[in-house]
């Protein structure tokens, strides 16, 4: 299926831009940062999207449950949506702060459930993959070899005051009457976190994982261990590996099967 139809959530953007390149694997490479929302690509399926705004310093996210229709929305359609509609929002702050090169953005052709960006530091590549399914959204975070992976995570929103960190790796935005309600798991594979204020820090290098899931009034502390049984039997703690993973897959299979 054509790029128009399968992604009409990032297409007007592309057009703009007039410096799109085929890229592996169905990928399509968008040679710029971002800097304002309208320069947003979108991550969506049927239960939830976000508007992923992202440049060498900060990942920024917006999320709201999409209209019946959201699917086949472009960017700016959204924008005129989420003024009528509460929104939850995620921000990741990079904290290397060595010259960054190289920096890129790039949508799937195939597949609007995921994007992705990635930069150098030195001879090392960091990518960054924002991928929409399984109950949640998910920022995978890779180094393609040792090198710093910091970064500190803030949920927010219109109630950002009542979030509180649980387990040291996790940010809860409680549900309340039927408004959005968030959880977020951030999950180094290799480091350890820590805490300050209403954010968590990784300070390491290699490979993480955040799981953020929102829904309108309802408690979502469940959707780690779902996922958890889903690609981990078994084992508690889940292995978050295997969870992204199985992630993954259950994207490739999906994409495959599609019309």
């Known amino acids: 299926m054509e790029i128009s139809r399968k992604v009409g959530l990032g297409l007007a953007l592309v057009v703009c831009l007039g410096c799109v390149c085929a890229d592996e694997a169905g990928w399509v490479k968008i040679d ?24 060498p310093g900060q990942t920024q996210l917006r999320g709201f449950i999409p209209p019946a229709d959201g699917i086949g929305r472009q960017v700016a359609d959204f924008l005129q949506i989420l003024p009528r509609q509460e929104e939850v929002g995620l921000r990741i702050d990079w904290l290397d702060k060595s010259e960054v090169a190289d920096f890129t953005r790039s949508l799937h052709s195939k ?21 929409c399914g399984d109950e949640a959204i998910f920022v995978h975070l890779i180094a393609d070899q040792p090198g710093a992976l910091s970064f500190r995570v803030t949920l927010l929103g219109s109630r950002e005051s009542e979030v509180r960190i649980e387990d ?4 809860i935005l409680p549900a309340d009457a039927g408004r ?27 490979e993480a994982l955040i799981v953020w899931n929102f829904a ?44």
């Open 111 to 131: 597949d609007a459930r995921v994007v992705r960006s990635a930069h150098r530091v030195g001879r090392t590549t960091i990518t960054r993959t924002v991928t």
């Open 216 to 259: 309108a009034g309802k408690p979502l502390d469940a959707t780690f261990a779902k996922l958890g049984d889903r690609y981990d039997p078994g084992q508690v703690p889940s292995d978050p590996t295997k969870i992204w993973r199985g992630v993954l897959e259950s994207l490739r299979k999906s994409t495959e099967n599609s019309p």
């Open 168 to 171: 040291r790796r996790q940010l």
């Open 32 to 55: 710029a940062a971002t800097a304002a929302w309208s320069d947003a690509l979108v991550v969506a399926d049927p239960h939830r999207a976000a508007l992923v705004l992202d440049s």
């Open 180 to 206: 959005l309600a968030g959880h977020v798991w951030v999950l180094p594979f290799e480091s350890d976190v820590a805490t300050g204020g209403r954010s968590i820090t990784v300070r390491g290098e290699g």
